[in-house]
T-cell receptor, first 116, second 115 residues
Framework: KNQVEQSPQSLIILEGKNCTLQ??????????LRWYKQDTGRGPVSLTI?????NTKSNGRYTATLDADTKQSSLHITASQLSDSASYIC???????????????FGTGTRLQVML | NAGVTQTPKFQVLKTGQSMTLQCAQD?????MSWYRQDPGMGLRLIHY???????DQGEVPNGYNVSRSTTEDFPLRLLSAAPSQTSVYFC??????????????FGEGSRLTVL
């Protein structure tokens, strides 16, 4: 069964500090991996999408890395801000070549709290 | 630019009642889907559609119906609400690509409580 596991489940850091969130997956064959940010009470918003050929991708202070060999990804947040407090969800898409979208596998997320 | 709009944001139902969650997108996306989000679990796919007139079941379809009469709208119907359907529901849309779903755009969610 395709699975996506995220760690840690929750994390508290001080404003200005860096942090790294982890995502391990067993989805195969693999097409792409996505990171979403979900603020409390809001819908998830896409941060990055990486294909198997991409090792790293940045979006402002967010940098995602991907190791398709070990099936691991990380999301690094630099110089955290209070507005980074949210859940971060890792989502993996298999390579179907069918145009369907029914097989996305979602992790349970890491809840990040940034404090003063 | 509205994106994906869901209504209502909050709803309380009694067991056995029926209701419809509305979802509309203005991005001309072919793909639309409904997910439910429960504590400690990842988002789970209920139903999805790859175009007007085409729908299919996801991972947890029981107790829900959908239809797709237009590209813009994808309503989710709860036929006879049960307490197990208490959850937060998200509608999402995207372009389709040859390798599957493009970037997903989510609505703000509909929080449903069934008593």
């Amino acid at each position: 069964k395709n699975q996506v596991e995220q760690s840690p489940q929750s994390l508290i850091i001080l404003e200005g500090k860096n942090c790294t969130l982890q995502c391990n997956y067993t989805v195969s064959p693999f097409s792409n991996l996505r990171w979403y940010k979900q603020d409390t009470g809001r819908g998830p918003v896409s941060l990055t999408i990486m294909t198997f050929s991409e090792n790293t991708k940045s979006n402002g202070r967010y940098t995602a890395t991907l190791d398709a060999d070990t099936k691991q990804s990380s999301l690094h947040i630099t110089a955290s801000q209070l507005s980074d407090s949210a859940s971060y969800i890792c989502v993996v898409s298999p390579n179907l070549n069918t145009g369907t979208a029914s097989k996305l596998t979602f992790g349970t997320g890491t809840r990040l709290q940034v404090m003063l | 630019n509205a994106g994906v709009t869901q209504t209502p944001k909050f709803q309380v139902l009694k067991t056995g009642q029926s209701m419809t969650l509305q979802c509309a997108q203005d991005m001309n996306h072919e793909y639309m889907s409904w997910y439910r989000q429960d504590p400690g679990m990842g988002l789970r796919l209920i139903h999805y559609s790859v175009g007007a007139g085409i729908t299919d079941q996801g991972e947890v379809p029981n107790g829900y119906n959908v239809s797709r009469s237009t590209t813009e709208d994808f309503p989710l119907r709860l036929l006879s609400a049960a307490p197990s359907q208490t959850s937060v529901y998200f509608c999402a849309s995207s372009y389709r690509t040859i390798r599957g779903t493009g970037e997903l755009f989510f609505g703000e969610g509909s929080r449903l409580t069934v008593l």
